[in-house]
Protein backbone atom coordinates (compact mmCIF):
# COMPACT_ATOMS: atom_id res chain seq x y z
CA UNK A 1 0.00 0.00 0.00
CA UNK A 2 3.10 2.60 0.77
CA UNK A 3 4.68 1.63 -2.51
CA UNK A 4 1.21 2.40 -4.17
CA UNK A 5 0.53 5.71 -2.33
CA UNK A 6 4.80 6.97 -3.45
CA UNK A 7 4.27 5.41 -7.16
CA UNK A 8 1.28 8.21 -6.83
CA UNK A 9 2.96 10.92 -5.50
CA UNK A 10 5.58 10.63 -7.90
CA UNK A 11 3.69 10.46 -11.05
CA UNK A 12 1.45 13.66 -9.39
CA UNK A 13 5.02 15.63 -8.71
CA UNK A 14 6.00 14.64 -12.39
CA UNK A 15 3.12 15.69 -14.05
CA UNK A 16 2.62 19.13 -12.02
CA UNK A 17 6.53 20.08 -13.31
CA UNK A 18 5.77 19.14 -16.58
CA UNK A 19 2.23 20.96 -16.47
CA UNK A 20 4.40 24.11 -15.05
CA UNK A 21 6.99 23.69 -17.99
CA UNK A 22 4.26 23.83 -20.64
CA UNK A 23 2.78 26.68 -18.92
CA UNK A 24 6.47 28.68 -18.67
CA UNK A 25 7.00 27.28 -22.48
CA UNK A 26 3.23 29.07 -23.67
CA UNK A 27 4.12 32.19 -21.69
CA UNK A 28 7.58 32.50 -23.86
CA UNK A 29 5.85 32.03 -26.85
CA UNK A 30 2.80 34.84 -25.99
CA UNK A 31 5.71 36.98 -24.98
CA UNK A 32 7.54 36.13 -28.14
CA UNK A 33 4.67 36.86 -30.46
CA UNK A 34 3.59 40.31 -28.42
CA UNK A 35 7.48 40.84 -29.21
CA UNK A 36 7.87 39.91 -33.05
CA UNK A 37 4.03 40.96 -33.85
CA UNK A 38 4.03 44.35 -33.44
CA UNK A 39 7.21 44.51 -35.48
CA UNK A 40 5.56 42.87 -38.31
CA UNK A 41 2.34 44.85 -38.42
CA UNK A 42 4.59 48.23 -38.29
CA UNK A 43 6.29 47.38 -41.14
CA UNK A 44 9.93 48.68 -41.72
CA UNK A 45 10.98 51.52 -39.91
CA UNK A 46 9.94 54.98 -40.61
CA UNK A 47 11.62 56.77 -43.78
CA UNK A 48 13.07 52.86 -45.15
CA UNK A 49 13.42 53.35 -48.83
CA UNK A 50 11.54 50.68 -51.08
CA UNK A 51 14.53 50.93 -54.80
CA UNK A 52 12.56 49.61 -57.66
CA UNK A 53 14.25 49.07 -60.91
CA UNK A 54 11.76 50.09 -63.43
CA UNK A 55 11.93 50.77 -67.35
CA UNK A 56 12.38 54.05 -68.24
CA UNK A 57 9.40 53.75 -70.86
CA UNK A 58 5.80 54.52 -70.98
CA UNK A 59 3.96 51.85 -68.98
CA UNK A 60 6.02 52.50 -66.45
CA UNK A 61 6.80 56.29 -65.68
CA UNK A 62 3.23 57.56 -67.37
CA UNK A 63 5.17 59.91 -70.30
CA UNK A 64 2.65 60.42 -72.36
CA UNK A 65 -0.37 58.78 -70.50
CA UNK A 66 -2.85 61.50 -68.97
CA UNK A 67 -4.12 59.45 -66.00
CA UNK A 68 -1.79 58.84 -63.54
CA UNK A 69 2.21 58.38 -62.82
CA UNK A 70 2.04 55.13 -64.70
CA UNK A 71 0.74 51.95 -64.50
CA UNK A 72 3.88 50.01 -62.24
CA UNK A 73 4.35 53.41 -60.68
CA UNK A 74 1.26 53.21 -58.73
CA UNK A 75 0.81 49.32 -58.08
CA UNK A 76 4.36 50.17 -56.33
CA UNK A 77 2.71 53.36 -54.38
CA UNK A 78 0.28 51.02 -53.39
CA UNK A 79 2.94 48.37 -52.14
CA UNK A 80 5.10 50.97 -50.30
CA UNK A 81 2.01 52.93 -48.63
CA UNK A 82 0.48 49.85 -47.14
CA UNK A 83 4.22 48.64 -46.01
CA UNK A 84 5.38 52.36 -44.87
CA UNK A 85 8.18 51.97 -47.60
CA UNK A 86 9.36 55.55 -49.27
CA UNK A 87 9.30 54.56 -52.84
CA UNK A 88 12.27 55.35 -55.32
CA UNK A 89 12.40 54.20 -58.71
CA UNK A 90 15.37 53.89 -60.46
CA UNK A 91 15.03 53.58 -64.27
CA UNK A 92 17.15 50.48 -65.91
CA UNK A 93 17.22 50.26 -69.59
CA UNK A 94 16.19 46.12 -69.61
CA UNK A 95 15.51 43.47 -67.11
CA UNK A 96 19.14 42.14 -67.47
CA UNK A 97 20.04 45.52 -66.14
CA UNK A 98 17.56 45.19 -63.08
CA UNK A 99 18.20 41.78 -61.71
CA UNK A 100 22.09 42.89 -61.86
CA UNK A 101 21.43 45.42 -59.40
CA UNK A 102 18.71 43.42 -57.67
CA UNK A 103 21.87 40.53 -57.20
CA UNK A 104 24.33 43.42 -56.23
CA UNK A 105 21.60 44.31 -53.91
CA UNK A 106 21.44 48.16 -55.15
CA UNK A 107 17.43 47.97 -55.70
CA UNK A 108 14.71 45.91 -53.78
CA UNK A 109 12.03 44.54 -56.26
CA UNK A 110 12.42 45.00 -60.12
CA UNK A 111 9.04 45.87 -61.99
CA UNK A 112 7.66 46.26 -64.89
CA UNK A 113 9.49 43.22 -66.78
CA UNK A 114 8.76 40.19 -68.55
CA UNK A 115 11.25 38.15 -65.60
CA UNK A 116 11.86 34.37 -65.87
CA UNK A 117 13.65 34.26 -62.53
CA UNK A 118 17.05 33.38 -61.94
CA UNK A 119 18.61 31.08 -58.79
CA UNK A 120 18.09 33.36 -55.77
CA UNK A 121 15.46 35.56 -57.16
CA UNK A 122 11.57 34.61 -56.90
CA UNK A 123 9.29 36.07 -58.86
CA UNK A 124 5.58 36.78 -58.65
CA UNK A 125 2.34 36.03 -60.25
CA UNK A 126 1.89 37.37 -63.86
CA UNK A 127 0.04 40.28 -64.03
CA UNK A 128 -0.54 40.75 -67.55
CA UNK A 129 0.54 39.26 -70.73
CA UNK A 130 1.89 41.69 -73.60
CA UNK A 131 1.94 40.13 -77.50
CA UNK A 132 5.54 41.42 -78.45
CA UNK A 133 5.41 42.97 -81.90
CA UNK A 134 8.45 43.86 -85.05
CA UNK A 135 8.16 47.20 -86.61
CA UNK A 136 9.52 47.84 -90.27
CA UNK A 137 10.86 51.08 -90.70
CA UNK A 138 9.50 51.02 -94.09
CA UNK A 139 12.64 52.51 -95.47
CA UNK A 140 13.29 55.34 -93.26
CA UNK A 141 16.42 54.74 -91.68
CA UNK A 142 16.94 56.74 -88.88
CA UNK A 143 12.96 58.04 -88.38
CA UNK A 144 12.42 61.02 -90.19
CA UNK A 145 12.42 64.80 -87.71
CA UNK A 146 9.34 64.19 -85.40
CA UNK A 147 8.70 60.50 -85.89
CA UNK A 148 11.04 58.89 -83.91
CA UNK A 149 10.03 55.88 -82.22
CA UNK A 150 9.67 55.35 -77.85
CA UNK A 151 11.90 54.48 -75.61
CA UNK A 152 10.73 50.97 -74.87
CA UNK A 153 11.00 50.09 -79.18
CA UNK A 154 14.00 48.02 -78.80
CA UNK A 155 16.22 48.65 -82.63
CA UNK A 156 16.63 45.44 -84.18
CA UNK A 157 20.50 44.43 -85.81
CA UNK A 158 19.97 46.41 -88.85
CA UNK A 159 18.72 49.44 -87.57
CA UNK A 160 14.98 48.64 -89.62
CA UNK A 161 13.39 47.05 -87.63
CA UNK A 162 12.32 47.79 -83.88
CA UNK A 163 10.49 45.43 -81.03
CA UNK A 164 7.71 46.66 -79.24
CA UNK A 165 5.14 45.00 -77.19
CA UNK A 166 1.39 45.90 -78.37
CA UNK A 167 0.44 47.99 -75.41
CA UNK A 168 3.40 50.50 -75.96
CA UNK A 169 2.20 50.68 -79.18
CA UNK A 170 -1.45 51.32 -78.61
CA UNK A 171 -0.04 54.29 -75.99
CA UNK A 172 2.28 55.60 -78.40
CA UNK A 173 0.61 55.00 -82.14
CA UNK A 174 -0.97 58.50 -82.22
CA UNK A 175 2.49 60.60 -81.92
CA UNK A 176 4.27 58.68 -84.67
CA UNK A 177 1.65 58.83 -87.34
CA UNK A 178 4.22 58.94 -89.88
CA UNK A 179 4.92 54.98 -88.54
CA UNK A 180 1.11 54.16 -89.10
CA UNK A 181 1.81 51.54 -91.93
CA UNK A 182 4.11 49.93 -89.50
CA UNK A 183 1.25 47.96 -87.66
CA UNK A 184 -0.57 47.17 -91.11
CA UNK A 185 2.29 46.21 -92.82
CA UNK A 186 5.19 44.70 -90.61
CA UNK A 187 3.68 43.26 -87.22
CA UNK A 188 3.24 40.18 -86.66
CA UNK A 189 2.81 37.62 -83.51
CA UNK A 190 6.65 36.57 -81.84
CA UNK A 191 5.34 35.73 -78.45
CA UNK A 192 3.52 37.00 -75.50
CA UNK A 193 5.35 37.54 -72.70
CA UNK A 194 4.10 37.17 -69.04
CA UNK A 195 5.21 40.53 -67.28
CA UNK A 196 6.20 39.79 -63.26
CA UNK A 197 7.92 41.26 -60.28
CA UNK A 198 11.09 40.25 -59.18
CA UNK A 199 13.00 39.94 -55.61
CA UNK A 200 15.63 38.53 -53.48
CA UNK A 201 14.38 35.27 -51.73
CA UNK A 202 14.07 34.81 -48.02
CA UNK A 203 14.35 38.17 -46.84
CA UNK A 204 11.17 40.26 -44.44
CA UNK A 205 10.32 42.00 -47.74
CA UNK A 206 9.87 38.79 -49.75
CA UNK A 207 7.40 37.52 -47.46
CA UNK A 208 5.19 40.79 -47.86
CA UNK A 209 5.33 41.14 -51.69
CA UNK A 210 4.19 37.82 -51.87
CA UNK A 211 1.36 38.75 -49.59
CA UNK A 212 0.90 41.88 -51.69
CA UNK A 213 0.29 40.03 -54.62
CA UNK A 214 -1.94 37.21 -52.78
CA UNK A 215 -4.09 39.81 -52.48
CA UNK A 216 -4.27 42.15 -55.76
CA UNK A 217 -4.74 38.80 -57.97
CA UNK A 218 -7.35 37.57 -55.75
CA UNK A 219 -10.28 37.23 -57.97
CA UNK A 220 -12.57 40.12 -57.89
CA UNK A 221 -10.50 42.25 -55.48
CA UNK A 222 -10.36 44.87 -58.13
CA UNK A 223 -6.78 46.91 -58.25
CA UNK A 224 -5.23 45.11 -61.34
CA UNK A 225 -8.39 45.83 -63.65
CA UNK A 226 -9.15 49.26 -62.51
CA UNK A 227 -5.62 50.39 -63.62
CA UNK A 228 -5.55 47.98 -66.87
CA UNK A 229 -8.71 50.08 -67.07
CA UNK A 230 -7.24 53.50 -66.22
CA UNK A 231 -3.82 53.06 -68.71
CA UNK A 232 -5.38 51.21 -71.67
CA UNK A 233 -8.36 50.24 -72.19
CA UNK A 234 -9.29 53.48 -74.10
CA UNK A 235 -6.83 53.05 -76.98
CA UNK A 236 -8.65 50.26 -78.34
CA UNK A 237 -11.10 51.53 -80.77
CA UNK A 238 -8.91 54.30 -81.83
CA UNK A 239 -7.42 53.70 -85.59
CA UNK A 240 -4.89 55.79 -87.76
CA UNK A 241 -7.48 57.30 -89.64
CA UNK A 242 -9.17 59.15 -86.09
CA UNK A 243 -5.42 60.87 -85.48
CA UNK A 244 -5.38 62.20 -88.57
CA UNK A 245 -8.79 63.72 -88.10
CA UNK A 246 -8.37 65.09 -84.81
CA UNK A 247 -5.21 66.55 -85.69
CA UNK A 248 -6.53 68.41 -88.51
CA UNK A 249 -9.32 69.61 -85.98
CA UNK A 250 -6.44 70.91 -83.87
CA UNK A 251 -5.07 72.86 -86.34
CA UNK A 252 -8.20 74.38 -88.36
CA UNK A 253 -11.26 74.84 -85.98
CA UNK A 254 -9.68 74.83 -82.53
CA UNK A 255 -7.77 78.18 -83.13
CA UNK A 256 -11.57 79.69 -83.42
CA UNK A 257 -12.96 78.62 -80.30
CA UNK A 258 -9.34 78.30 -78.05
CA UNK A 259 -10.35 81.58 -76.29
CA UNK A 260 -13.76 80.78 -75.45
CA UNK A 261 -12.59 77.17 -74.36
CA UNK A 262 -9.67 78.47 -72.07
CA UNK A 263 -11.96 80.98 -70.29
CA UNK A 264 -14.68 78.44 -69.52
CA UNK A 265 -12.04 75.74 -68.22
CA UNK A 266 -10.46 78.77 -65.92
CA UNK A 267 -13.95 80.01 -64.42
CA UNK A 268 -14.80 75.89 -63.57
CA UNK A 269 -11.80 74.99 -62.44
CA UNK A 270 -11.31 72.31 -65.32
CA UNK A 271 -8.52 71.24 -66.98
CA UNK A 272 -8.82 72.90 -70.92
CA UNK A 273 -7.52 69.86 -72.43
CA UNK A 274 -10.18 67.55 -71.06
CA UNK A 275 -12.81 69.76 -72.13
CA UNK A 276 -11.51 70.87 -75.55
CA UNK A 277 -11.54 66.78 -75.51
CA UNK A 278 -14.90 66.46 -74.62
CA UNK A 279 -16.05 68.82 -77.00
CA UNK A 280 -14.33 67.42 -79.88
CA UNK A 281 -16.28 63.98 -79.17
CA UNK A 282 -19.84 65.80 -78.90
CA UNK A 283 -18.96 67.68 -82.22
CA UNK A 284 -15.72 67.93 -83.45
CA UNK A 285 -15.62 71.82 -82.91
CA UNK A 286 -18.68 72.09 -85.03
CA UNK A 287 -21.18 74.57 -83.62
CA UNK A 288 -23.51 73.74 -86.49
CA UNK A 289 -23.54 70.38 -85.29
CA UNK A 290 -26.78 68.69 -84.86
CA UNK A 291 -26.89 64.71 -83.23
CA UNK A 292 -29.20 61.85 -84.63
CA UNK A 293 -30.86 62.15 -81.00
CA UNK A 294 -31.68 65.96 -81.99
CA UNK A 295 -29.25 67.68 -79.28
CA UNK A 296 -27.27 70.77 -81.24
CA UNK A 297 -24.47 72.62 -80.91
CA UNK A 298 -20.84 72.85 -80.53
CA UNK A 299 -21.32 71.26 -76.90
CA UNK A 300 -24.42 69.26 -77.72
CA UNK A 301 -26.41 70.02 -74.95
CA UNK A 302 -30.35 69.22 -74.81
CA UNK A 303 -33.29 71.65 -75.02
CA UNK A 304 -33.48 71.05 -71.15
CA UNK A 305 -30.07 71.01 -70.22
CA UNK A 306 -29.25 74.58 -72.14
CA UNK A 307 -32.89 76.14 -70.78
CA UNK A 308 -30.93 74.51 -67.03
CA UNK A 309 -28.14 76.19 -67.58
CA UNK A 310 -29.77 79.54 -68.99
CA UNK A 311 -27.77 79.42 -72.28
CA UNK A 312 -28.31 79.33 -76.00
CA UNK A 313 -26.94 76.33 -77.41
CA UNK A 314 -26.81 77.57 -80.58
CA UNK A 315 -24.17 80.43 -79.48
CA UNK A 316 -21.00 78.71 -79.42
CA UNK A 317 -19.38 81.16 -76.36
CA UNK A 318 -22.52 80.46 -74.07
CA UNK A 319 -22.53 76.90 -75.15
CA UNK A 320 -18.96 76.00 -73.85
CA UNK A 321 -19.41 78.10 -70.45
CA UNK A 322 -22.56 76.41 -69.99
CA UNK A 323 -21.21 72.64 -70.67
CA UNK A 324 -17.86 73.69 -68.98
CA UNK A 325 -20.21 74.91 -65.39
CA UNK A 326 -22.71 71.35 -65.92
CA UNK A 327 -19.29 68.90 -66.14
CA UNK A 328 -18.12 70.70 -63.11
CA UNK A 329 -21.34 70.12 -61.17
CA UNK A 330 -21.30 66.69 -61.96
CA UNK A 331 -18.04 66.58 -60.89
CA UNK A 332 -19.21 68.53 -57.43
CA UNK A 333 -22.04 65.95 -57.53
CA UNK A 334 -19.76 62.83 -56.92
CA UNK A 335 -17.34 64.59 -53.79
CA UNK A 336 -19.16 62.28 -51.18
CA UNK A 337 -19.42 59.17 -53.72
CA UNK A 338 -15.50 57.80 -52.32
CA UNK A 339 -14.57 57.81 -55.94
CA UNK A 340 -10.38 58.06 -56.80
CA UNK A 341 -10.26 61.91 -59.01
CA UNK A 342 -9.58 59.59 -62.12
CA UNK A 343 -12.77 57.76 -61.64
CA UNK A 344 -14.86 60.63 -60.64
CA UNK A 345 -14.15 62.68 -63.88
CA UNK A 346 -14.93 59.57 -65.86
CA UNK A 347 -18.41 59.40 -64.08
CA UNK A 348 -18.92 62.79 -64.18
CA UNK A 349 -18.28 62.31 -68.56
CA UNK A 350 -20.49 59.68 -68.17
CA UNK A 351 -23.25 61.56 -66.20
CA UNK A 352 -22.30 64.06 -69.02
CA UNK A 353 -23.25 61.96 -71.98
CA UNK A 354 -26.61 60.06 -70.42
CA UNK A 355 -27.47 61.99 -67.44
CA UNK A 356 -26.63 61.74 -63.68
CA UNK A 357 -29.58 59.98 -62.20
CA UNK A 358 -28.45 57.42 -65.10
CA UNK A 359 -25.00 57.29 -63.35
CA UNK A 360 -26.76 56.39 -59.84
CA UNK A 361 -28.51 53.69 -61.17
CA UNK A 362 -25.22 52.21 -63.07
CA UNK A 363 -23.22 52.23 -59.60
CA UNK A 364 -26.20 50.90 -58.01
CA UNK A 365 -26.47 48.05 -60.20
CA UNK A 366 -22.84 47.53 -59.77
CA UNK A 367 -23.21 47.33 -55.76
CA UNK A 368 -26.25 44.46 -56.69
CA UNK A 369 -24.09 42.87 -58.35
CA UNK A 370 -20.97 42.64 -55.78
CA UNK A 371 -19.28 45.53 -56.77
CA UNK A 372 -18.01 48.43 -55.07
CA UNK A 373 -19.90 51.13 -57.22
CA UNK A 374 -16.84 53.10 -57.11
CA UNK A 375 -14.61 51.91 -59.96
CA UNK A 376 -14.92 53.10 -63.60
CA UNK A 377 -13.88 49.33 -64.87
CA UNK A 378 -17.09 48.02 -63.03
CA UNK A 379 -19.32 51.00 -63.94
CA UNK A 380 -18.18 50.63 -67.68
CA UNK A 381 -19.31 46.66 -67.55
CA UNK A 382 -23.33 47.45 -66.13
CA UNK A 383 -23.60 50.40 -68.01
CA UNK A 384 -24.87 48.29 -70.92
CA UNK A 385 -26.78 46.19 -69.16
CA UNK A 386 -29.00 49.66 -68.48
CA UNK A 387 -30.62 48.97 -71.96
CA UNK A 388 -32.67 46.05 -70.91
CA UNK A 389 -35.44 46.29 -69.21
CA UNK A 390 -34.71 43.48 -66.66
CA UNK A 391 -31.53 45.40 -65.26
CA UNK A 392 -33.12 48.98 -65.47
CA UNK A 393 -36.10 47.92 -63.51
CA UNK A 394 -33.56 46.82 -60.62
CA UNK A 395 -32.58 49.90 -60.40
CA UNK A 396 -35.59 51.68 -60.53
CA UNK A 397 -35.19 53.58 -63.92
CA UNK A 398 -36.35 53.18 -67.39
CA UNK A 399 -33.54 51.65 -70.48
CA UNK A 400 -30.75 54.04 -71.44
CA UNK A 401 -28.50 53.89 -74.45
CA UNK A 402 -25.92 52.36 -71.52
CA UNK A 403 -23.05 51.56 -73.98
CA UNK A 404 -22.55 55.09 -75.50
CA UNK A 405 -22.00 56.68 -72.36
CA UNK A 406 -19.10 53.71 -72.21
CA UNK A 407 -18.24 54.63 -75.65
CA UNK A 408 -18.36 58.31 -75.06
CA UNK A 409 -15.77 58.35 -72.30
CA UNK A 410 -13.52 56.13 -73.76
CA UNK A 411 -13.45 58.52 -76.55
CA UNK A 412 -13.05 61.59 -74.49
CA UNK A 413 -10.11 60.24 -73.05
CA UNK A 414 -8.41 58.97 -76.18
CA UNK A 415 -8.81 62.14 -76.99
CA UNK A 416 -7.61 63.56 -73.74
CA UNK A 417 -4.09 61.41 -74.30
CA UNK A 418 -3.72 62.71 -77.57
CA UNK A 419 -3.78 66.39 -76.59
CA UNK A 420 -1.91 65.61 -73.15
CA UNK A 421 0.80 63.90 -75.32
CA UNK A 422 0.98 66.58 -78.30
CA UNK A 423 2.20 68.85 -75.42
CA UNK A 424 4.18 66.16 -73.46
CA UNK A 425 6.41 65.92 -76.70
CA UNK A 426 6.49 69.08 -77.91
CA UNK A 427 5.17 68.05 -80.92
CA UNK A 428 4.57 70.83 -83.84
CA UNK A 429 1.28 70.79 -83.64
CA UNK A 430 1.11 71.88 -79.81
CA UNK A 431 1.08 75.37 -81.03
CA UNK A 432 -2.23 75.23 -81.47
CA UNK A 433 -2.96 74.26 -78.11
CA UNK A 434 -0.58 76.99 -76.66
CA UNK A 435 -3.39 79.17 -76.05
CA UNK A 436 -5.34 77.25 -73.72
CA UNK A 437 -2.50 76.56 -71.49
CA UNK A 438 -1.84 80.52 -71.25
CA UNK A 439 -1.67 81.10 -67.21
CA UNK A 440 -1.67 77.80 -66.23
CA UNK A 441 0.58 76.21 -63.30
Known amino acids: MQLFLNIVCALALWLTRA ?32 RAAVPAHTVSTGCVAPFGPGFEEELLQKFSAEHGYALRLVPVPSAGEGTRLLRLGRVDVVAGFALAGEAGMDIGPPYFHARSMMLAAAGVSPPEEGAALPPEAASGPDGEMWRMDARSWAVWAPFIARF ?85 AARAGIDPLLLTALIMQESQLDEGCVSHTGVRGIMQLTRETAAFLGVDRMNPAQAIE ?36 RLKGAMRLARRMGGTGLRW ?27 EAVIFV ?11 GLVALARPEAQYLAPLLRGRR
Request: hydrophobic share 40%; net charge neutral.
Open 19 to 50: AWLMLCGAACCCLFGMLASPLDRAGPPAGTVL
Open 180 to 264: EDLQRQAEREESHESYHWGWRAGERLAARLESFWRHVTRPGEGTLAALEDRYFSYLADRASDNVVFLLNVVQKRLPRYSGMIAGA
Open 322 to 357: GGARYLRMLWDDLEDAGLDDWDRWFCALAAFNQGPQ
Open 377 to 403: SELKTVYPLLSRPHYAALVGQGTCRGL
Open 410 to 420: NRVRWNYHVLR
